[in-house]
């Protein structure tokens, strides 16, 4: 009789990522990957190709660009897309940019909104996606750790969290009905630190603000904001200032904090990993910006 066979941490992680990646394609008729450009969507994406190697995933990417995301985020992003040869939609609300919306003049509640979840529902129902892969673990936030796996939504893209899917012996149930959707989570299960580990296993390239180096930021109501172009907004009692710092976390520019670190590889994040004890999403306003934010947020349809 062969011996079972003992997979790592790691190794089990990966396996289950990619069994949810093939079950997608396999079984439902136009999914897309959202490419936030983060950490995790870089995993998800080097998963997705192993998945299916040598040939390329058989979905596109989709990348909701709100215009303030920072700059090296969309350098990278673009240099990417090169390298790997994937399909990559780049979708952008063009009635928020029409009203000028933006998180300093209009706040991080109303931007997230109209730049971000009404976006993605544009995209969704502008290409007729059926599944749409996220980046999301359940140890990020609580309202995340809720979710099932395979997260239905409805024809409107809103979730019901007290109305969800058991999900039994890892099968799962990818029927949807007309106009219905599904969210996709193959990291739900990872943790920060399984997400670094498998970088530094995999040798995944990542976003270089992830890594500790000397930058402007001005202190604002406690948190260290990167000036990162000339439309941020200086007050008379602010100072620029180089400090240094890197990203456990990335969104738009304005509404993310960075932290004062030294690590400057993956194998120092690894290390800081292991002594930390602050939230990951600490530094994101729109966790935070209203009461039960991020849940309500995801109610809405943000991911």
């Given amino acids: 009789m062969p011996k079972a066979v003992k997979l790592t941490h790691l190794e089990y992680l990966e396996a289950e990522a990619i069994h949810i990646i093939r079950e997608v394609a396999a079984t439902l008729s136009k999914p897309v990957m959202l ?31 709100t215009t303030w995301k920072f700059r090296e985020m969309i350098t990278f992003r673009d240099r990417m897309a090169a390298e790997l040869g994937f399909d990559l939609l780049v979708h952008i609300n063009q009635e928020g940019i029409e009203q000028g919306i933006s998180p300093f003049t209009h706040g991080s509640s109303i931007h997230t909104h109209i730049m971000k979840t009404v976006a993605l529902r544009q995209a969704l129902d502008l290409y007729g996606f059926d599944a ?57 299960n990872w943790t920060e630190l399984d997400i670094w580990q498998y970088i530094l296993k995999e040798r995944i390239s990542v976003v270089p603000l992830y890594f500790a180096a000397r930058r402007p930021v001005v202190v604002r109501d406690g948190s260290l904001i990167m000036v990162d172009d000339d439309r941020m907004p200086i007050e008379s009692t602010e100072r620029i200032e ?22 400057a590889t993956p194998e120092d994040i690894v290390q800081e990993m292991l ?11 729109i966790d935070n910006d209203e009461v039960g934010s991020m849940e309500k947020k995801k109610r809405e349809g943000y991911f």
């Fill in 132 to 188: 749409a892969f996220g980046g999301a673990r359940r140890d990020e936030e609580k309202s995340r750790a809720k979710e099932r796996i395979f997260s239905v939504r409805s024809a409107a893209h809103t979730w019901d969290p007290k109305n969800q899917r058991p999900e039994m012996w890892k099968t799962y149930n990818t029927r949807v009905a007309p106009g219905e959707t599904i969210r996709v989570f193959p990291l739900s």
């Fill in 35 to 65: 490419y936030s450009v983060g950490k995790d969507s870089s995993v998800m994406l080097h998963l997705a190709i192993k998945a299916f190697y040598p040939a390329k995933p058989p979905f596109p990417l989709l990348h909701v660009d």
């Fill in 242 to 263: 180089q400090r240094m710092v890197r990203f456990r976390t990335l969104g738009c520019y304005p509404l993310t904090s960075a932290i004062d670190s030294e690590a």
């Fill in 275 to 285: 002594t930390t004890r602050t939230s990951e999403r600490a530094g994101r306003k």
